[in-house]
């Protein structure tokens, strides 16, 4: 297995993007229906997601939404007919009316057939966007999703209980839904951001060794300036490790024999909000 695996640099490359599922709503232990699969009364919902409740938001372009598979249905995966996903922004922190869904929505995804793949309980799943959306982080996130066909009606999602974030209805035209229920779905998204930091004509970050067992070394190119903060996350998509760096710091040693063998995405956030994920290793 250790030799499965090649020696990552963390890029941040002049005219490169970068993107990582690193904005979540994680994590939740309870299992609904109410999203993906429920076609008898949830075949329209919106759920709201204000900045206060994600992690490492930042203004960017979303690019691809991810949910995690829930306790029901996902042996068999799903495959949902006229599927719609369409996002809008918001300063309001609750539906209009009590139970009126949002207007003003941007279409990101139509698909005629889409197809969520079988999957492990609480591990995420993704589901690419045919348009990117300009996020506002310091805004509220809508998202609405729309099917008129389900072949796992009782496909769950891991969800939380929070009053007032979702509404549904098995309208997918009515402007109201049926009523504002509890089960409020994690979520993870992209988010595409600029990186043309003009310095970098070589990588920023050079990790060693990948695979890593009790440490792994990060070399910093000198060009990039500033404090730097590192993330490791783990294929649940919770953060497991913080590191800060130092300006100006050329190498630093982070610890990772508190971490089980397995793959996580190593994320450095630079100074200037840029940020780019990579995959590291641990094995031992």
């Not at 979540?24 to 309870?30: F, H, P, S, V």
């Not at 490492?56 to 691809?64: A, L």
């Not at 369409?86 to 009316?97: H, V």
Request: overall charge negative; some cysteine.
């Amino acid at each position: 297995m250790k030799h499965g695996y090649l020696a990552l640099a963390l890029l941040l490359v002049l005219g490169r993007t970068a993107s990582a599922q690193t904005v979540q709503k994680c994590c939740g232990t309870a299992n609904s229906t109410f999203l993906l699969g429920n076609l008898g009364t949830a075949s329209h919902s919106q759920c709201i997601y204000t900045p206060g409740d994600l992690t490492n938001e930042s203004d960017g372009d979303i690019t691809t939404l991810y949910y995690r598979y829930g306790t029901t249905g996902i042996d068999n995966g799903n495959t949902l007919t006229n599927f719609m996903v369409r996002l809008t922004q918001t300063s309001q922190t609750s539906f209009p009316g009590g139970n009126t869904f949002f207007t003003g929505l941007q279409t990101v995804l139509t698909s005629a057939s889409f197809t969520i793949p079988p999957g492990a309980s609480g591990e995420w799943f993704a589901i690419p966007l045919d348009d990117t959306f300009n996020y506002d982080a310091s805004l509220t996130l809508i998202v609405d999703l729309s099917f008129t066909g389900s072949v796992t009606t009782n496909f769950g999602t891991m969800s939380t209980s929070m009053a007032g974030r979702k509404l549904y209805w098995s309208d997918v035209v009515s402007p109201t839904g049926e009523s504002v229920v509890s089960s409020w779905q994690d979520i993870g998204f992209d988010l595409a951001v600029g990186t043309d930091i003009a310095e970098f004509s070589t990588p920023a970050f050079s990790i060693h060794p990948n695979p890593a067992s009790d440490e792994v070394k990060l070399l910093r190119n000198p060009a990039l300036q500033g404090s730097v903060t590192l993330n490791v996350i783990d294929a649940a998509g919770r953060i497991v490790l913080v590191r800060t760096l130092s300006a100006g710091g050329a190498s630093e040693v982070v610890r990772t024999d508190g971490l089980p063998n397995g793959l996580y995405e190593l994320q450095v956030i630079a100074a200037d909000g840029r940020r780019v994920t990579q995959r590291l290793a641990i094995a031992r």
